[in-house]
């Protein structure tokens, strides 16, 4: 049974992850992803120092809305997004008395879709941005939330719909 650990926004859950061969689990982080990369290579240059004997895995979390077309999902998915991310805003320092950074910039849908975690547009566009973002931080699970923002069931299940049909075969 595969135990992971959530983390990487702090060097102890590197660590700890690292020192039990744990494998990490990276957040949805309201940033952009790169800021992840020295983490995951800190991870792993310390899960090998542990002499553990199996590769470890990473996994990364995404804020996805596929829709037959980019303008469809972008002009659906912005103001539920936004509405997301206000929730998130207020919640997470309630539970973090010390927030990361970009939790306290103002939304930006524009900047959180083209390098941040968001990965919404057409088929196609969610396979090459969630391709090259998992490749960036060698992220072998990639977990997919798609019931953001309070979206209708019908929507929900066309995109569940589309991810099996066209996002899931030409993924790598």
Same mark, same amino acid.
């Given at each position: 049974?595969?135990?992971?650990?959530?983390?990487?926004?702090?060097?102890?859950?590197?660590?700890?992850?690292?020192?039990?061969?744990?494998?990490?689990?990276?957040?949805?982080?309201?940033?952009?992803?790169?800021? &992840?990369?020295?983490?995951?290579?800190?991870?792993?240059?310390?899960?090998?120092?542990?002499?553990?004997?199996?590769?470890?895995?990473?996994?990364?979390?995404?804020?996805?809305?596929?829709?037959?077309?980019?303008?469809?999902?972008?002009?659906?998915?912005?103001?539920?997004?936004?509405a997301y991310f206000e929730l998130m805003a207020e919640i997470i320092p309630r539970v973090n008395p010390d927030p990361?950074? &970009?939790?306290?910039?103002?939304?930006?849908?524009?900047?959180?879709?083209?390098?941040?975690?968001?990965?919404?547009?057409?088929?196609?566009?969610?396979?090459?941005?969630?391709?090259?973002?998992?490749?960036?931080?060698?992220?072998?699970?990639?977990?997919?939330?798609?019931?953001?923002?309070?979206?209708?069931?019908?929507?929900?299940?066309?995109?569940?719909?589309?991810?099996?049909?066209?996002?899931?075969?030409?993924?790598?």
């Amino acid at each position: 049974m595969p135990i992971w650990i959530g983390g990487g926004a702090s060097p102890s859950s590197l660590e700890l992850a690292a020192r039990l061969g744990l494998d990490l689990m990276l957040p949805s982080a309201f940033g952009n992803p790169a800021m &992840f990369a020295p983490i995951v290579e800190q991870y792993r240059e310390r899960y090998a120092s542990y002499g553990h004997s199996r590769t470890p895995r990473i996994g990364a979390c995404w804020h996805v809305n596929v829709a037959e077309t980019s303008q469809g999902a972008r002009a659906r998915w912005e103001p539920r997004y936004r509405a997301y991310f206000e929730l998130m805003a207020e919640i997470i320092p309630r539970v973090n008395p010390d927030p990361p950074p &970009f939790i306290k910039k103002p939304f930006n849908f524009e900047l959180l879709t083209t390098k941040g975690p968001a990965l919404v547009g057409s088929p196609a566009e969610v396979v090459e941005r969630l391709a090259t973002s998992a490749e960036m931080l060698h992220a072998d699970t990639n977990l997919l939330y798609l019931d953001m923002g309070g979206q209708p069931q019908h929507e929900f299940l066309e995109m569940v719909e589309l991810i099996g049909a066209e996002v899931l075969p030409r993924l790598p």
